[in-house]
């Protein structure tokens, strides 16, 4: 059964403390996504790879870090430096780096921080 | 940086009627996406546009893509309940490899 996976759907961490989001897919794309949404708003773009071993920051990557060290996987860790990490987190893969193709998004992980 | 506004925020409409969402890009865009989000779930892929002026249609739903490349809309004729949720634009410019969400239409269809 191919698709993304995150884990876990919900996560309750205390505040000052990090905390890895994981993002596995089995759909062979070269290219993954992490976005950050907040309530009656949009996707925000926290980090993308297009390949592994690579990846850039987007629009929102401070407090926030990455790895591509496998196709399949690509974590976020939420550190302590993120002023405000309460939110719902989606990854999503895509099959081609380049210009087009849709994205698929995996069920997200509502972080909360106490 | 590149920017995509959508509006409106918020669409009320009675079942039975029309509803439709704009998206402005401030750049040029190479193509746009438009996705679906139910509530509590995450976004699905509707369709992309491509070509200037185009036009696509998926049953009910209507897709446009402006002749300048920056802008689209989704109409959605005869709103049923199945159709609730938050639709987003995703718009991608030259710079292959990511796209610009817009903040998105939430619409509610009262039976």
């Known amino acids: 059964d191919g698709g993304i996976t995150q884990s876990p759907k919900y996560l309750f961490r205390k505040e000052g403390q990090n905390v890895t989001l994981s993002c596995e897919q089995n759909l062979n794309h070269d290219a993954m996504y992490w976005y950050r949404q907040d309530p009656g708003q949009g996707l925000r773009l926290i980090y993308y790879?297009?390949?592994?071993?690579?990846?850039q920051k987007g629009d929102i990557a401070e407090g926030y870090s990455v790895s591509r060290e496998k196709k399949e996987s690509f974590p976020l860790t939420v550190t302590s430096a993120q002023k405000n990490p309460t939110a719902f987190y989606l990854c999503a893969s895509r099959q081609d780096r380049g210009v087009g193709n849709e994205q698929f998004f995996g069920p997200g992980t509502r972080l909360t921080v106490l | 940086g590149q920017q995509v506004m959508q509006i409106p925020q918020y669409q009320h409409v009675q079942e039975g009627e029309d509803f439709t969402t704009y998206c402005n890009s401030s750049?040029?865009?190479?193509?746009i996406q438009w996705y679906k989000q139910r509530p509590g779930g995450h976004p699905v892929f509707l369709i992309q546009?491509?070509?200037?002026?185009e036009v696509k249609k998926q049953k009910r739903l209507t897709f446009q893509f402006g002749e300048a490349k920056k802008n689209s809309s989704l109409h959605i004729t005869a709103t049923q309940t199945t159709d609730v949720g938050t639709y987003f634009c995703?718009?991608?410019?030259?710079?292959?490899?990511?796209?610009?969400f817009g903040d998105g239409t939430t619409l509610t269809v009262k039976p």
């Open positions: 546009l491509v070509k200037s002026g």
């Open positions: 995703a718009g991608e410019g030259t710079n292959a490899g990511k796209s610009t």
């Open positions: 790879s297009q390949i592994v071993n690579d990846f």
């Open positions: 750049t040029t865009l190479s193509n």
